[in-house]
């Protein structure tokens, strides 16, 4: 559409959809019914918060994408997709939130008249967005079709980042270490979490360097104290303490491309343990990152990365990161990379991770993390923030 507002070039967005369909006829599949916005997205441009309605992009054996959704939400498309105007099909409200009707009888009824009735047909499976009523209720309408899981078949077309997201994931680089960095300025005892919050939100936001924040997959996690012996806990507006540890879990965002990026600030003097559990982090973290080059295996930084953990008295019993890039709630990962023992995936140039060795321990817990870009020949640290505890008396 010649005003959408694109972020990627239509050659791009051609490469893409060749590359989505290649993928679909080594799985045989005759059309791919996609429901996670992020990789609509990618496919599209398709950028709204209407992904808590049903709403999907349609990969047909040829021609351009498909968009369909809410017929509220089509002005959206219409304004962010690449798409021609008849690839945005709405359809009719009384589908919202109905006890009597489903928005996947709609789709069925568009898939027939596309002549896909009888298609090979790929549903995306393990995602937030496809529900079992779904499911349930787009196989009862098309009995003739055959429906084979699909997840994560776009997903892993994404894992290798062009330049322009590169760029985009740079920008948010610069916007987390800004968030970082004021939260170093005004954390200190007595301040009530919330504001401090506030403060993360409104420099997210705000943007660094002259690019606008967009607002991130996953909202900042900050626990204090015994509250940090948990790994995903938000905020109230209990007041900072002394002697107390707060991890910061937050992610810089512009234009859905995410850098998420931990710290932890003590305020007041540490104990031992904690000290020792700084050591083992950053001492791990750098056996981790000297297996990221090229040709080695998320397993590779995974296992490095637990063995020297564990020379200095420590375990980790969950993965210790995972892709990052363009994502919309609840995840800023792009569920396809871990780095666990048993993730045999081959690390490529312009893959892009976030290696999260965070420590919850039996009184506190400690996040030193890095996002990272594989290179021809190893790693580049997309952020500057200094890889250390901050300590603030």
């Known amino acids: 559409m010649s005003d959408a507002h694109l972020n990627f070039t239509r050659a791009e967005y051609a490469q893409r959809l060749d590359a989505t369909r290649a993928a679909m006829a080594e799985a045989e599949l005759d059309v791919l019914i ?13 950028d709204g918060w209407s992904f808590y309605t049903h709403q999907a992009v349609l990969i047909g054996p040829e021609g351009e994408p498909i968009w369909w959704g809410r017929g509220m939400d089509s002005p959206g498309a219409r304004r962010t997709v ?69 997840t ?3 997903n892993w077309r994404r894992a290798v980042k062009s330049t322009q997201e590169l760029e985009y994931i740079r920008r948010a680089a610069r916007i987390v270490e800004a968030m970082h960095a004021r939260i170093l300025e005004v954390a200190e005892p007595g301040l009530p979490k919330n504001e401090l919050v506030a403060e993360i939100y409104h420099t997210a936001i705000m943007g660094a360097e002259g690019h606008w924040g967009d607002y991130p997959a996953i909202v900042p996690m900050t626990p204090s104290g015994l509250d940090a012996t948990a790994a995903h806990l938000t905020w109230d ?45 950053l001492e791990a973290i750098n056996a981790g990152l000297a297996q990221a080059k090229p ?38 990962g792009e569920r396809t990379m871990s780095f666990r023992a048993g993730d045999l995936s081959e690390l490529k140039p312009n893959m892009c991770f976030h290696f999260m060795p965070g420590l919850w321990l039996d009184d506190g817990g400690i996040e030193i993390t890095e996002p990272f870009r594989i290179t021809e020949d190893g790693y580049e640290c997309l952020c500057t923030t200094p890889r250390q505890l901050f300590v603030k008396d």
């Open 82 to 150: 690449y798409m021609a105007e008849d690839a945005v099909v709405p359809y009719a409200d009384h589908f919202v939130m109905s006890t009597e009707f489903h928005p996947m009888e709609d789709l069925a009824r568009l898939l027939e008249t596309r002549g896909w009735a009888n298609a090979v047909i790929g549903v995306e499976m393990e995602n937030y967005y496809f529900t079992a009523q779904a499911y349930a209720v787009l196989t009862a309408e098309l009995p003739n079709g055959r429906f084979k899981d699909a």
């Open 152 to 154: 994560a078949l776009v």
């Open 237 to 281: 507006d209990r007041p900072l303490k002394r002697g107390e540890g707060t991890f910061f879990e937050i992610a810089g965002c512009h234009r859905r491309y995410h850098c998420p990026q931990s710290r932890t600030l003590f305020l007041g003097k540490p104990d031992q343990k904690f000290l020792d559990a700084e050591k083992a982090v």
């Open 34 to 46: 996609v429901s996670d916005p992020s990789n609509q997205a990618w496919l599209t441009g398709y």
């Open 295 to 332: 040709g080695n295996t998320c397993a590779d930084i995974a296992i490095a990365f637990y063995e020297t953990l564990r020379k200095f008295g420590f375990e980790k019993d969950s993965r210790t990161g995972y892709s990052i890039g363009l994502s919309y709630p609840p995840d800023w």
